[in-house]
């Protein structure tokens, strides 16, 4: 499996940017698409998944000002990044879990997404 990632750049704070990460190879059936991010000095964290039933997770810190969606046809997922703050600044990663789910439970740890895209940056500054 391989995920590529676009869309990283630099944008001005209040800015918006969109992200784009496509994986190759096996189709499944079911499946979560999720954003994480590292910041400089910080520990990864969860950004957005999105799973192959639509739903979504967004977390705490971006809701309200970020957006995932998908284009199944692709396996495709995107990242809407609205109202951009130096905050926001840090290497953004795709991954994908292929685990299928009875309820409707978003994966959010890393460690339960098994394939990584390489990070694309982005960086928030005037």
């Known amino acids: 499996v391989e995920l590529t990632e676009s869309g990283g750049g630099l944008v001005e704070p209040g800015g918006s940017l969109k992200l784009s990460c496509t994986a190759s190879?096996?189709?499944?059936?079911?499946?979560?698409m999720g954003w994480f991010r590292q910041g400089p000095g910080k520990e990864r964290e969860f950004v957005a998944a999105?799973?192959?039933?639509?739903?979504?997770k967004h977390s705490d810190s971006v809701k309200g000002r970020f957006s995932i969606s998908k284009d199944t046809l692709n396996l495709t997922t995107f990242l809407q990044m609205s109202r951009l703050q130096p905050e926001d600044t840090a290497v953004y990663y795709c991954?994908?879990?292929?685990?299928?789910?009875?309820?409707?439970?978003?994966?959010?740890?890393?460690?339960?997404?098994?394939?990584w895209g390489q990070g694309t940056q982005v960086t928030v500054s005037s």
């Open positions: 190879g096996p189709t499944w059936t079911s499946w979560t």
């Open positions: 991954a994908l879990n292929t685990l299928a789910y009875a309820s409707s439970y978003i994966p959010w740890v890393a460690y339960e997404y098994t394939s």
């Open positions: 999105i799973r192959s039933t639509g739903n979504t």
